[in-house]
């Protein structure tokens, strides 16, 4: 009896264990469901219909993607809203961000005593410690200040060429700004003249790679002219100034109307500068133009304060005595007017004179009358140390009764020859004449100002100067495209070959490249490839690594001339670009080839699109020579 109350009690308590663990898995198994469906329902009212709900027990998870950050937070709000939020667990995604757009790539570079300060953003395809060591170079002891950042985004177009430009030119300022972006660069410089303002902007416009945009404002100081000077000659030939000086703008447009009343018809220059004597300049210079437009011819020099009129030989007295009065009564205070009537001469009786001549090749010539030893060996050393010791010939007389002041005029009319390219100076007792020509365009105004200095005011002396572009050294540059064109004739004539099987120049081909040097002298700056081209003969590979030592060799061949080649490269192409079939040895023999081609910016395409290589102007057959095996020693 008592083992059958034992096991009635055991089996009730096993029965209830078992029914209130059936009682329990009800009672979960409905929370969840009630969980679920409250939270997906919650979530679909509010349109996130995205979202995945499973409960597990009390915890509700969430799954899905999230459009935004902000979503998924608003649907954990929701289901913790129906829930207990400790119970719901968060295992959403949000939908990645789109690719951000490449960030806008600049640079700054500020250049002045203080140092050098670069500033902005770059690639990092470019090579920062790089650009840090040219900088450096250029900066030499002054400090160096890096601010530059770098984004993991391909370089946009053009941006390589910007920043090589613009390093290049921070070289030549040494107290700039230069702004950098893909395909355009902006300049501020400060320089100390203007002649040097107007040769920076010549170089760096030709230095600018072709495509690239380029902003200059380079500005110059008004220069300080010293005598302030003006001269203006008015003969059958017509009107024109040989210097001019302004102080102001309107100053020279007051200036320049009244050189027009006298006949001046073409545009004529007129520098602004500092020095001037009086704040009456133009008032002064324009009554003193008038007076000489009245007496019908001669010329008008102002040298400071001093004026001097000098009236056409033959001039009636009574014209000219009234036309000075009027114009020593008019003149501001400060100026002194000097007026001269020159006499008649007999044209059969020549007076003494000294005559250098310079020709174009810079020989000069000294003959005609000294007075004296001392005077022949000072001028024959002025003239040795202005123009050469070899390129000076002395074949001068001595004689008495020659002017006081024969010496200034002879010293004087040979520094002024200096400034030309060639032509000849004439000192007679009445006159200094310069005529010649000249590359320099401010060469008559230095030439006038040099005059009125060293004779004074009471003398006489005559500029017919002619400006030639071709003999000045910034104009005449060839243009890049012109440089190409010249060494291609070149070549075209005469070819550059190399050793069989070498990358050594023949020697027959080394006049070759001395004409080339000659020309890549007077280019200046241009981006230039030399390119090194083979025939099919041979391995592939092998003829890649001939070219590119045949390019190289040229390119130090020019640099043992004395070229500049900072903006040089050398690229072998092997045989990748015949420019004839390879099948007949003719082809082959133009095949195997050096060219000379100007760096051109790549051209911007759309994305997707493709483009032919264009850098080095190379064609493209568009058939890959077979690979033969061969002897390239012998063919290449």
């Given amino acids: 009896m008592r083992l059958s109350s034992v096991f009635a009690i055991a089996a009730t308590f096993t029965a209830a264990a078992v029914l209130a663990l059936v009682a329990a898995n009800l009672s979960v198994k409905l929370i969840e469901e009630t969980s679920e469906i409250g939270v997906r329902t919650a979530l679909d ?246 007076a000489l437009a009245a007496l019908g011819a001669g010329s008008v020099t102002f040298s400071d304060a001093d004026v001097t009129l000098v009236a056409a030989e033959g001039t009636d007295q009574d014209a000219f005595d009234r036309v000075v009065g009027e114009l020593e009564n008019d003149l501001p205070e400060v100026f002194a007017l000097y007026a001269k009537l020159p006499e008649t001469v007999d044209p059969n009786q020549g007076p003494p004179e000294f005559v250098a001549t310079l020709s174009p090749e810079g020989l000069v010539q000294l003959r ?76 008559s105004t230095n030439i006038a100002s040099l005059l009125a200095t060293k004779l004074g005011e009471a003398e006489e002396f005559d500029i017919r100067v002619r400006y030639e572009e071709k003999l000045d050294p910034i104009a005449a540059l060839p243009t890049p495209d012109e440089c190409e064109a010249e060494i291609a004739e070149i070549i075209g004539t005469s070819k550059i070959t190399f050793e069989p099987g070498s990358a050594t120049v023949d020697v027959s081909a080394l006049g070759t490249i001395d004409d080339i040097a000659e020309v890549l002298k007077q280019c200046g700056d241009i981006r230039l490839e030399i390119q090194g081209h083979t025939d099919s003969q041979g391995r592939e590979e092998m003829n890649q690594n001939l070219s590119q030592a045949r390019a190289q060799s040229v390119l130090n061949e020019l640099r043992a001339r004395r070229v500049l080649t900072a903006s040089f490269s050398a690229k072998g192409y092997g045989e990748s670009n015949p420019i004839a079939s390879n099948e007949e040895e003719e082809g082959r023999e133009a095949n195997r080839r050096i060219e000379f081609k100007l760096i051109r910016p790549k051209p911007t395409t759309p994305e997707g699109e493709t483009t032919l290589e264009t850098i080095a102007g190379s064609s493209d057959t568009g058939d890959t020579p077979s690979e033969t095996e061969g002897s390239t020693d012998e063919q290449n």
């Avoid at 789109?98 to 770059?122: C, H, K, Q, T, V």
């Avoid at 200036?255 to 004597?277: E, F, N």
């Avoid at 200034?408 to 002024?416: I, W």
């Fill in 45 to 290: 009212e509010r349109g996130m219909t995205w979202a995945e709900v499973e409960a597990d027990g009390l915890q509700v998870t969430l799954a899905g993607i999230a459009p935004t950050e902000a979503i998924r937070f608003s649907a954990l709000s929701t289901a913790g809203g129906i829930v207990d939020a400790a119970r719901v667990i968060d295992d959403m995604q949000v939908e990645a961000a789109a690719a951000l757009a490449a960030p806008r790539f600049s640079a700054e570079i500020l250049r002045n005593d203080a140092g050098i300060s670069i500033i902005g953003l770059m690639p990092t395809s470019t090579d920062h410690d790089d650009v840090l060591d040219r900088i450096r170079a250029i900066a030499g002891t002054a400090p160096v200040t890096d601010l530059i950042e770098t984004a993991d985004y391909p370089a946009p177009a053009g941006w390589e060429d910007a920043l090589g430009f613009a390093l290049n030119a921070m070289e030549r300022l040494p107290r700039a700004k230069v702004s950098v972006e893909a395909g355009r660069v902006s300049i501020n410089a400060i320089t100390d003249s203007g002649d040097e303002k107007t040769q920076l902007e010549a170089q760096l416009n030709r230095a600018a790679p072709p495509g690239l945009q380029v902003a200059l404002d380079i500005a110059a100081p008004r220069p300080v002219i010293t005598p302030f000077t003006l001269r203006l000659v008015k003969s059958e030939d017509g009107t024109q100034f040989d210097a001019c000086s302004a102080d102001t703008e309107h100053a020279r447009t007051q200036i320049m109307s009244a050189a027009m009343r006298a006949g001046l018809t073409g545009p004529g220059t007129c520098q602004i500068g500092m020095g001037v004597p009086s704040p009456n300049w133009s008032v002064a210079v324009a009554q003193a133009i008038d």
């Fill in 368 to 443: 005609g009358r000294l007075s004296d030893e001392n005077l022949r060996s000072v001028t024959d050393s002025f003239a040795r140390a202005a123009f050469g010791s070899d390129n000076v010939y002395t074949a001068t007389r001595l004689v008495d009764d020659l002017p006081g002041d024969w010496p200034v005029r002879v010293l004087a009319g040979l520094e002024a020859l200096s400034e030309l390219s060639n032509g000849a100076v004439t000192v007679s007792p009445t006159t200094v004449l310069i005529s010649g020509s000249t590359g320099n365009p401010q060469a």
